[in-house]
């Protein structure tokens, strides 16, 4: 199983970027995906997830009209849509399914 993510790094608050996750390895089109990050010295937290076929999407309180998860299956890929970033969004963002997770990638948002 593999999980990679791209489309991290650095923003001004306020900005957006847009995180992908290719997995491959496993029935990407069968599983629920989520999202988690994780900001220095604190707990890795759920960000987002969505079942496996879209209907689905729950989000955390801190990104609720802000940040959208989405999926393509046919690419086995996994988005999320970030906007009007935060300071506070600042951590490490993972990919995670199946008990798998990617390796991480970093979102920096300051000024």
């Known amino acids: 199983v593999q999980l990679v993510e791209s489309g991290g790094g650095w923003v001004q608050p306020g900005g957006s970027l847009r995180l992908s996750c290719v997995g491959s390895?496993?029935?990407?089109?069968?599983?629920?995906m989520s999202w988690f990050r994780q900001a220095p010295g604190k707990e890795r937290e759920l960000v987002a997830i969505?079942?496996?076929?879209?209907?689905?999407?729950n989000y955390a309180d801190s990104v609720k009209g802000r940040f959208t998860i989405s999926r393509d299956n046919a690419k086995n890929t996994l988005y999320l849509q970030m906007n009007s970033l935060k300071p506070e969004d600042t951590a490490v963002y993972y990919c995670?399914?199946?008990?798998?997770w990617g390796q991480g990638i970093q979102v920096t948002v300051s000024s």
């Open positions: 995670y399914a199946n008990t798998y």
């Open positions: 969505i079942s496996s076929l879209g209907g689905t999407r």
């Open positions: 390895g496993f029935t990407f089109r069968g599983s629920s």
